[in-house]
């Protein structure tokens, strides 16, 4: 039962450009949600989350977004450099930083 | 800060021998996570410690998985006896208890079973 979906397995973007990186979900208990990057050789590594009570959350290039009526969130790279490229996990949980269910996870290339 | 140490980085063991994996959290966090992530998919949840007690493991193959925690702090994770499905690498994270927190990796233990 897979209740955190990532449904694209790669994008390739151009340096510069908007990468965005998309999420599905089916548990509506699900109260937060985090997007880790993961480099080859590494472990993943936080890089932003949302809690349920907001629709949007910016850190510098990175936003999320979240639309809880869709189960639906994303995650947009403005502008996307070439040390972006990495494996993109979304993952999210009934309580913040616990029980986390990860999804697949997205790579993405960002092409100089 | 010191992150979450992880030991060894690589394994490759015959199916049916035993390894152990070994995990040093951040000083201060209570809470203790090993993940199994399979090639092609996300981390998925093994077993998650809160101090030296089990919080779930419900995802855990018990007859051949085992893990502890002892004191509270460092905790190993054993496979007895090793299948080849189990060729994986195995994360340990650690988070500060609930809260505004978020968890963080190790560089994870690739383990291979031939």
């Known amino acids: 039962d897979q209740q955190v979906k990532q449904n694209s397995p790669s994008l390739s973007v151009q340096e510069g450009r908007i990468s965005i990186l998309n999420c599905d979900y089916t548990n509506s208990m699900f109260d937060y949600f985090l997007w880790y990057k993961k480099y080859p050789a590494e472990g993943p590594t936080f890089l932003i989350s949302?809690?349920?009570?907001?629709d949007k959350n910016e850190d510098g290039r990175f936003t999320v977004f979240l639309n809880k009526s869709a189960k639906h969130l994303s995650l947009h790279i403005v502008p996307s450099q070439p040390g972006d490229s990495a494996v993109y996990f979304c993952?999210?949980?009934?309580?913040?930083?616990?029980?986390?269910?990860f999804g697949a996870g997205t790579i993405l290339r960002v092409k100089s | 800060e010191a992150g979450v140490a992880q030991s060894p980085r690589y394994k490759i063991i015959e199916k049916r021998q035993s390894v152990a994996f070994w995990c040093n959290p951040i000083s201060g966090h209570a809470t203790l996570y090993w993940y199994q992530q399979i090639l092609g998919q996300g981390p998925k949840l093994l077993i998650q410690?809160?101090?030296?007690?089990?919080?779930?493991d419900s995802q855990l193959p018990k007859d051949r998985f085992s893990a502890e925690r002892l004191k509270g702090v460092d905790s190993t994770l054993k496979i007895q006896p090793a299948k080849l499905e189990d060729s994986a690498v195995y994360l340990c994270?650690?988070?500060?208890?609930?809260?505004?927190?978020?968890?963080?990796f190790g560089q994870g233990t690739r383990l291979t079973v031939v």
């Open positions: 994270a650690s988070s500060f208890p609930g809260g505004d927190t978020e968890a963080f």
């Open positions: 993952a999210a949980g009934m309580e913040y930083g616990n029980k986390l269910v």
């Open positions: 410690f809160q101090n030296n007690g089990v919080v779930d």
């Open positions: 949302i809690s349920s009570i907001k």
